[in-house]
């Protein structure tokens, strides 16, 4: 009996060995799936961040540009606006200056008559008959 009795306690250690054995390989499979796991959440965590970053930064340079575009718009229309002021102008002072013009070839005309008047006068004196005096 004590034979059979040492045979049962054997037969108990190695079971509780064996169990022993798989509850350590269970608790070591458990331990790298949840440090696989762990690494998989922070390289997951990591690429979040890194994709926030990279469209904070792209949403900062689309801002600064559509601001660059917005400004040269500005430019633009404010160029624009001069323009047609300057056209206007020019077109203005041609307008007075043709009425300028046009006043002063009339005054060169009556001049011109006034003159050819005197011219006439005078000549008329000198041919008079007893003239010169």
Same mark, same amino acid.
């Given at each position: 009996?004590?034979?059979?009795?040492?045979?049962?306690? =054997?037969?108990?250690?190695?079971?509780?060995?064996?169990?022993? !054995?798989?509850? $350590?390989?269970?608790? @070591?499979?458990?331990? =790298?799936?949840?440090? #696989?796991?762990?690494?998989?959440?922070?390289? @997951?965590?990591? +690429?979040?961040?890194?994709?926030?970053?990279? =469209? =904070?930064?792209?949403?900062?340079?689309?801002? !600064? #540009?559509?601001?660059?575009? +917005?400004?040269?718009? !500005?430019? $633009?229309?404010?160029? %624009? +606006?001069?323009?047609?002021?300057?056209?206007?102008?020019?077109?203005v002072a041609r307008k007075e200056a043709g009425l300028g013009r046009r006043?002063?070839?009339?005054?060169?005309? %009556?001049?011109?008559?006034?003159? %050819?008047?005197?011219?006439? !006068?005078? @000549?008329?004196? @000198?041919?008079?008959p007893g003239w010169p005096p």
């Amino acid at each position: 009996m004590s034979l059979n009795t040492s045979s049962n306690a =054997t037969t108990g250690d190695t079971q509780r060995l064996k169990n022993a !054995s798989l509850d $350590v390989k269970q608790m @070591l499979k458990n331990e =790298t799936e949840s440090d #696989f796991t762990a690494d998989l959440r922070k390289k @997951l965590h990591r +690429a979040k961040k890194e994709k926030l970053e990279m =469209t =904070t930064k792209h949403n900062a340079e689309l801002s !600064s #540009f559509e601001s660059q575009i +917005a400004r040269l718009r !500005s430019e $633009v229309e404010k160029g %624009e +606006a001069l323009r047609q002021r300057l056209e206007y102008d020019l077109a203005v002072a041609r307008k007075e200056a043709g009425l300028g013009r046009r006043a002063a070839e009339e005054r060169l005309a %009556e001049a011109q008559r006034t003159q %050819e008047k005197l011219y006439g !006068s005078v @000549l008329g004196l @000198l041919c008079r008959p007893g003239w010169p005096p």
